[in-house]
């Protein structure tokens, strides 16, 4: 089975569109992710979510939005799509506690045409 | 701020070749901890090691070896004997703090292993 899965794993879009793209982990894991990885391959955090609490907020547009429905499941919606949305979003989680590693999704594709 | 340089942008070597990947850090914290990921041109992140910053012993695991020296703010990552398969961009991340709430990226290095 899969521990972090994200869904769909690519998708493509036109400008202007909202899309969401879903997360779910079966770790039982606290805390959940979702980076941004650029064409240059840098990997930048959005958010984080601490049972069901927003812990990190980085300075993303706020047409980006995390949805946590339970602990299991971080989702991300964008508003509005741009062009420079597009990127490789990966979903993550980990355990609460110190040392602990970080379990990433797939990554999910976005391009926004 | 908790930042990681990793200066080398790309690597090429050719096979059997050894082969380090520098990870510089900069942390005001004293607890904090350390991490490698690979992404193979699959484009998945694989978890590789993490080391905390109390523990400086060196590790070895096949032929992966990192590291660790405090004095110099490094955690360095070699490959002995590297091969085809390890072609992938490799990332360093920091994380500060007990309960690591974040974790912090390199900007990665391309490894190219050439037959």
């Known amino acids: 089975d899969t521990a972090v899965s994200q869904t769909p794993k690519y998708l493509v879009t036109q400008m202007g569109n909202d899309k969401s793209i879903k997360c779910e982990q079966n770790?039982?894991?606290?805390?959940m992710y979702w980076y941004k990885q650029d064409s240059k391959k840098f990997l930048k955090i959005m958010f984080s979510y601490n049972n069901k609490e927003l812990i990190i907020n980085e300075t993303v547009p706020n047409r980006f939005s995390p949805k946590s429905p339970d602990k299991a499941h971080l989702n991300l919606h964008i508003n509005s799509l741009e062009l420079g949305d597009s990127a490789v979003y990966f979903c993550?989680?980990?355990?609460?506690?110190?040392?602990?590693?970080?379990?990433f999704g797939s990554g999910t594709r976005l391009t926004v045409v | 701020a908790q930042k990681v340089t990793q200066a080398q942008t790309e690597i090429s070597v050719v096979e059997k070749e050894d082969v380090t990947l520098d990870c510089v850090y900069e942390?005001?914290?004293?607890?904090?901890?350390l991490f490698w990921y690979k992404q193979p041109p699959s484009g998945e992140l694989v978890f590789l090691i993490r080391?905390?910053?109390?523990?400086?012993q060196n590790e070895i695991s096949g032929r992966y070896s990192w590291n660790f020296q405090k004095s110099t703010s490094s955690f360095n990552f070699t490959i002995t004997a590297s091969q085809v398969v390890d072609s992938a961009v490799y990332f360093c991340?920091?994380?500060?703090?007990?309960?690591?709430?974040?974790?912090?990226f390199g900007a990665g290095t391309r490894l190219t292993v050439k037959p």
């Open positions: 080391r905390n910053s109390f523990d400086e």
């Open positions: 991340a920091l994380s500060e703090g007990y309960n690591n709430n974040d974790m912090r």
């Open positions: 993550a989680s980990r355990p609460t506690g110190p040392g602990y590693g970080y379990t």
């Open positions: 942390t005001r914290d004293t607890t904090y901890y």
């Open positions: 770790l039982g894991h606290d805390t």
